[in-house]
């Protein structure tokens, strides 16, 4: 069984900065792409950002230049640090893997829980 748990939501002032991570844990043989996703309300879910295995990155335009995408691969962590955040970033942020459980499995796409980013002061 794989599970995503994210932390590091919350409240912060416009302009402000947090910093999200996203542990994979359980079975895990590889994992590819990671990425965040977040979804405002009555909004659908959108990329925020995503990451190869190998490091290469790709942002949406509302984030490029505020938000970094990273990954420490040892500990099947990625992480978003969000800085200059706004009060239109104010969503549930989704850390999103796909992964291959085993040797004989197929790459699935896992989601996590949700974490709520709200700016507003």
């Known amino acids: 069984q794989v599970q995503l748990v994210e932390s590091g939501g919350g409240l912060v002032q416009p302009g402000g900065s947090l910093r999200l991570s996203c542990a994979a844990s359980?079975?895990?043989?590889?994992?590819?792409?990671m990425g965040w996703y977040r979804q405002a309300p009555g909004k659908q879910r959108e990329l925020v950002a995503a990451?190869?295995?190998?490091?290469?990155?790709n942002y949406a335009g509302a984030v490029k230049g505020r938000f970094t995408i990273s990954r420490d691969n040892a500990k099947n962590t990625v992480y978003l640090q969000m800085n200059s955040l706004k009060p239109e970033d104010t969503a549930v942020y989704y850390c999103n893997a796909d992964i291959k459980a085993s040797i004989l499995t197929r790459l699935r796409d896992y989601w996590g829980q949700g974490t709520q980013v709200t700016v507003s002061s």
């Open positions: 990451i190869t295995s190998g490091g290469n990155t």
């Open positions: 359980g079975s895990i043989f590889i994992i590819s792409d």
